[in-house]
Every structure is written in structure tokens, then in C-alpha cells.
């Protein structure tokens, strides 16, 4: 079994309709059934049009806010490529980013390829894991909506996050739909064979 972490600060970036709210409601009740003290917080303005968002969850003894502070995160979660420029306050060289390689296009605007943010990441962090769920979703799954819970199941499985695997699956079963549940429990599993 594993020892009772103090806290741990994750912050996820992304585009609205990436799934961002459901991954931290997801962490949330999986962290509760872990018995920790849990605080969240979401910020999303255009979230419905593809606008930026980005969400915190915070778990472990004595949790008073749900804001991580400036370099306070421990894990950072981007569903989409540019969207971790905007996560990099929250890092310090002990940071994980797990970044899904999928860009939404910017009508008239030059997208910065994947090794600028690169670089410019590994100013802040050693620990860049760079995974193109998105496209391995789509692949063999037929849908890249469920990138999210790809990256969860690798979190996981490279205990990138100190939750138990049978934690997540509850949290699974209890945030998803029905109808999209199995989907969802079978990527999860996919994932954690990804090396």
C-alpha cells in the first residue's frame, strides 16, 4: 500500500470540449475515495467555442485552496500543445508536463511546432512526456474526444499521480455516462500499456 502523500497540485490546460471538467471531477472523487482532503477550481471563458481552460485539483492533508500557486504544480496535464505555454507559472524543475501533441488550429495565425515549446519548456522542467493521444485515440477508438482519460491511464501506470488505478476506475464508473462508460474504462486500460 501506499504511504499518504502530503499534497500533490495538478493543473490541466486545455481548449473547451477536450473533456477537462470531467478528468478533474474524475481525480477528485478518486482522490476522495483515497480518503485525502480534496479542493478544486475551473477556469474556462470561452470554453463552449474552443477557448482556453484550466482547471486544478489538490489533494492530500490540509488543503486549504483550491489554487496552486505559482510554481507549486507537481503535475501538469496540456490536452493540446500551445495551451502548456500557459500552464509554465505553475512549474518548478520538479514539474511533470504530460502533453498531448495535438494543436488546434488558429484561423490566420502561426502555430509554434512542437520543438519551440519544446525549448522553451525545458527552461522550466527536465520532466516533458510529449504523447500523441489524440491521434492514438482516433487510431483505435475512432474518436480523439477521449484523450483525456488516455493521459489519466498513463499518468497512472508511470505513477506520474499518487492515485491507485482501482480509485480511478471507481471514479470512472461513477462520473461517466452509461452509454460512454465502457469507451472510457477500455482507453484507460489501453493506456497503461503505452510505453
Known amino acids: 500500500m501506499k504511504n499518504k502523500i502530503e499534497n500533490f497540485n495538478i493543473v490541466i490546460v486545455g481548449v473547451g470540449g477536450q473533456g477537462l471538467l470531467t478528468l478533474l471531477q474524475i481525480l477528485n472523487e478518486a482522490a476522495l475515495k483515497e480518503g485525502y482532503e480534496v479542493k478544486s477550481a ?34 501538469i496535464i496540456s490536452l493540446e500543445t500551445q495551451e502548456t505555454l500557459r500552464g509554465i507559472h505553475f512549474s518548478s524543475e520538479k514539474t511533470t508536463f ?8 488558429i484561423p490566420d495565425q502561426n502555430v509554434p511546432k512542437i520543438k519551440e515549446i519544446s525549448k522553451i519548456l525545458e527552461k522550466f522542467s527536465k520532466k516533458i512526456v510529449l504523447i500523441p493521444a489524440s491521434e492514438i485515440c482516433k487510431k483505435e477508438f475512432g ?24 480509485s480511478i476506475i471507481f471514479a470512472i464508473k461513477k462520473v461517466i455516462p452509461e452509454k460512454y462508460l465502457d469507451l472510457n474504462l477500455k482507453i484507460f486500460q489501453f493506456a497503461k500499456k503505452f510505453e
Open 143 to 166: 474518436t480523439d474526444v477521449i484523450a483525456g482519460i488516455y493521459l489519466l491511464g498513463h499518468s497512472i501506470s508511470k505513477n506520474l499521480i499518487p492515485l491507485k488505478s482501482n
Open 42 to 75: 475551473e477556469v474556462h471563458g470561452l470554453s463552449q467555442r474552443g477557448g482556453s481552460v484550466e482547471v486544478y485539483c489538490r489533494f492530500g492533508k490540509d488543503i486549504f485552496s483550491p489554487l496552486v500557486k505559482k510554481g507549486g504544480a507537481n503535475l
Open 98 to 105: 504530460l502533453i498531448n501533441n495535438f494543436f488546434v488550429p
